[in-house]
Nanobody, 131 residues
Framework: VQLQASGGGLVQAGGSLRLSCTAS????????VGWFRQAPGKEREGIAC????????WYEDSVKGRFTVSRDNAKNTVYLQMNSLKAEDTADYYC?????????????????????????WGKGTLVTVSS
């Protein structure tokens, strides 16, 4: 089972990118899915998470109002639309899926950086924002 984040690239500040999280041998529609990033020399941080039905979404303050998470369960894909990108958004971006905890408990864990125990992690995709 493997998750894969894709869609990264080089973009100018103020630009947009859409990342996708897909899964092989795994149906995402029963999983809460989170997006994470790790900038060079920094710890990984959680930035957004969407529940199974897509009607409950959490955003970290630094991306709130600029990033949007959505999911298309028919396509087995979760998206991260990133607008108004800043140089400080430069990082490797990862997605992870979890069906062990309820959404509220998962968000609390993400905020405390207790997210490495999520059920499945994907390989990252690099986003570079030039200023």
């Amino acid at each position: 089972v493997q998750l894969q984040a894709s869609g990264g690239g080089l973009v100018q500040a103020g630009g947009s990118l859409r990342l996708s999280c897909t899964a092989s041998e795994l149906t995402l529609d029963t999983f809460n899915v989170g997006w994470f990033r790790q900038a060079p020399g920094k710890e990984r941080e959680g930035i957004a998470c969407i529940n199974v039905s897509g009607d409950n979404i959490w955003y970290e303050d630094s991306v709130k109002g600029r990033f949007t998470v959505s999911r298309d369960n028919a396509k087995n894909t979760v998206y991260l639309q990133m607008n108004s990108l800043k140089a400080e958004d430069t990082a490797d971006y990862y997605c992870a899926a979890d069906d062990t905890r309820n959404f509220v408990a998962l968000i609390q864990a993400i905020k405390k950086r207790y997210f490495y125990g999520m059920d499945y992690w994907g390989k990252g995709t690099l986003v570079t924002v030039s200023s």
